[in-house]
């Protein structure tokens, strides 16, 4: 175990996370013991088994006048927190952070009904959608920046999901991924300004059909099991699906 001070910060680093550690001091830093820490970086960025290890290594040990007093670490912390408790029994919803904790990354699976566009120029039901969370430096001032493995289709996703016309900083991530969900199922949508064009002529031509589905995320009761794409069914007997003016 070897103490590295750092911008007045004492950190205890233990010899597994020394290159961890290392990555999270600011460039230009005046560090007492540098040079230790370029011995630690250069062989984990020059080999595999190195760069396997930043990503998997957890943080180590902070001082408490470090990290633990950043606004954004903290916000991290408690999105975590919220996250892994809110949705920790829900069947539509499967939260699998990415990296050390607190994580930066999130993938989230989703159990219920959205669309996606054939080859053949189909429009087809799915029952799982994989969403990808970034949380950007600027986080939360910054919103968190959302896309999917697959391609959804949707007036509102694309090369990444618009999510500007409700987020801001007091919302937590557990209001996004809820959001998403309400997205996905077209219970929300918007055709100002869509990302998508050709989806949002077909739902404005469609709008009958919508929404896809009933699942509220924290309040369901069984899962949803995932199938096969079907083509799209003909309207749903659900509550009609509220289109975003803004």
């Given at each position: 175990m070897r103490e590295i001070a750092c911008t007045g910060y004492w950190f205890r680093i233990p010899p597994p996370v020394e290159i961890s550690v290392a990555l999270r001091f600011p460039l230009g830093a005046r560090c007492r013991f540098r040079h230790e820490i370029r011995r630690a970086l250069v062989p984990c960025l020059t080999t595999s088994a190195g760069r396997a290890a930043l990503d998997h290594a957890p943080h180590a040990a902070r001082s408490t006048q470090g990290d633990d007093l950043n606004p954004r670490y903290r916000r991290l912390v408690s999105d975590h927190r919220q996250l892994m408790t809110a949705f920790a029994e829900d069947p539509a919803v499967q939260i699998t952070p990415v990296g050390p904790v607190p994580p930066e990354r999130y993938?989230?699976?989703?159990?219920?009904?959205?669309?996606?566009?054939?080859?053949?120029?189909q429009v087809v039901r799915v029952e799982e959608t994989t969403v990808n969370i970034l949380l950007p430096a600027g986080y939360p001032r910054d919103k968190p920046y959302v896309t999917t493995t697959e391609p959804v289709f949707h007036p509102n996703f694309g090369p990444h999901v618009c999510i500007a016309d409700y987020w801001v900083p007091g919302h937590s991530l557990v209001d996004l991924v809820v959001e998403i969900a309400d997205l996905l199922q077209f219970r929300r949508y918007s055709?100002?300004?869509?990302?998508?064009?050709?989806?949002?002529?077909?739902?404005?031509?469609?709008?009958?059909?919508?929404?896809?589905?009933?699942?509220?995320p924290r309040q369901v009761a069984t899962p949803t099991g995932a199938q096969a794409p079907d083509p799209i069914a003909a309207g749903p007997t659900m509550p009609p699906a509220q289109e975003m003016t803004s």
């Open positions: 993938r989230i699976t989703y159990s219920l009904p959205s669309l996606r566009l054939t080859q053949h120029g055709t100002k300004g869509p990302i998508n064009q050709v989806a949002a002529q077909w739902a404005h031509e469609n709008a009958s059909r919508f929404p896809l589905g009933s699942v509220e």
